[in-house]
């Protein structure tokens, strides 16, 4: 089923706007996702109605609350096909998640055990395996890549029976890169590793199912899903989530609390320390709902005729380099591009002259831009509320940008 995008955009005021005397093309989704009025007026009539404390009050208000945020709960789960609802942890977004997640590895790894990750990963599951590997002695390991791939010769080569943890973004936020985490999630089970998975792109654009992805731990953050910012979630099977220490010690996470000593809640809360934030997780639920009503397949198959239908006209344009996979069957709605000899600083730029928002930088992904051997790239990410007519006109405005710098 095709989506219906001019329905869509009339949920998403803020695209109806012009930026630089020019209609507003948003193409920068893989950093952040507009939000429809269905999770604004989530947030705002819990602000204007049901705003108290979740968990602790026994008046109306804090009941009410605490059952639309434990309903969001239940929607993730859902979302995600978790097993169960105690797997579910609201955090403030991926980053957050992959964190708790290298600090239980510093708890169970010892010197010279290793810990595996791709060249293409993002910072926030680069960094924390670089401090857990840094004060446990570990080894941390790096997966290459090969036509914009992740090559898995040298995958297998790379996880051994020293590897303890293994940690894989399942679409790269520069390359568009699908990676096949459940047949790594395979390998890495068959030498006795944890496999993590980064979801932040993966979650708003594909069906996930985390028990057929045997995953043991995934990361996702609501505002790459239409939901509000700081707010996000990670799922860990139950029986590593009871081993790991919680991260926050406080209110809300404890049982008993004596002079000396404290005992930790049940799942999920012993991870949930302090007051939450409780309209985050409501406008979260919203856009689950939102989501699921349009349905992740047809999100899917939405994107995937969008790039499609605009990559062989950017293969036109002379000077235009594309990375990432050549089959676009294995990449998500994330097109990397650098034009001639021109800074992606000054291509952003010049789009956004023409009222098209891109990204340019490194991506939150040094080392991979550094693999590429360029200073940086400019990215283009598409989303529900993206037509076809925007993918000319990015093309148009390419074009222009050529002209105007003469290359």
């Known amino acids: 089923m095709s989506l219906d995008t001019q329905k869509i955009r009339k949920d998403f005021q803020i695209l109806n706007q012009i930026v630089n005397d020019e209609p507003l093309v948003y193409l ?37 609350a605490t059952a639309d945020y434990e309903a969001s709960r239940d929607k993730l789960r859902a979302f995600i096909n978790a097993k169960s609802r105690k797997e579910i942890l609201f955090t403030r977004g991926t980053t957050t998640g992959l964190n708790w997640v290298a600090k239980f590895a ?26 857990a590997a840094e004060k446990t002695g570990a080894v941390l390991k790096f997966v290459y890549l090969k036509n914009g791939e992740l090559d898995m010769a040298d995958l297998r080569a790379k996880i051994t029976d020293k590897t303890k ?36 792109q993966s979650a708003p654009h594909m069906m996930i199912d985390v028990q057929e992805l045997d995953c043991d731990f995934f990361a996702l ?62 406008g979260l639920g919203a856009a689950v709902d939102y989501l699921t009503e349009i349905g992740l397949d047809n999100i899917r198959q939405h994107e995937m005729a969008l790039i499609d239908y605009v990559m062989p006209k950017l293969c ?69 509320y993206n037509t076809f007519e925007e993918c000319d006109k990015i093309i148009e405005a390419i074009k222009a940008t050529k002209a105007f710098f003469g290359v």
């Open 316 to 384: 036109e344009i002379d000077g235009l380099t594309i990375y990432g996979p050549k089959n676009n069957t294995k990449r998500g709605g994330v097109i990397s591009f650098n034009l001639a000899n021109l800074h992606p600083h000054d291509v952003a730029t010049a789009l956004d002259m023409e009222g098209v928002a891109v990204r340019a930088g490194h991506h939150c992904a040094q080392p991979l831009i550094n693999y590429l051997d360029v200073p940086a790239t400019a990215r283009a990410s598409f989303y529900i």
């Open 106 to 131: 510093e708890q169970i790894l010892q010197p010279d055990e290793e810990i595996v990750i791709s060249i293409m990963a993002h910072h926030s599951n680069i960094i924390p395996w670089q401090q």
């Open 221 to 282: 953050s609501g505002h790459k899903m239409a939901a509000p910012t700081g707010i996000g979630v990670l799922y860990g099977k139950e029986e590593l989530l009871n081993r790991m220490n919680p991260i926050e010690f406080g209110g809300e996470m404890i049982d008993f609390v004596y002079e000396q000593s404290a005992t930790w809640k049940e799942l999920p809360w012993k991870f949930e320390a302090g007051t939450p934030n409780i309209a985050g997780a409501i």
């Open 165 to 200: 943890f293994v940690s894989i973004t399942h679409v790269s936020n520069v390359l568009g890169t699908i990676n096949p985490v459940k047949e790594i999630g395979q390998i890495a089970h068959a030498h006795g590793a944890i496999m993590v998975v980064d979801g932040a």
């Open 28 to 64: 920068d989704n893989a950093a952040t996702t507009q939000k429809p009025k269905q999770v604004l007026d989530a947030v705002c009539n819990y602000y204007e109605h049901d705003n108290a404390n979740v968990h602790r009050g026994v008046h109306t208000l804090a009941e009410r």
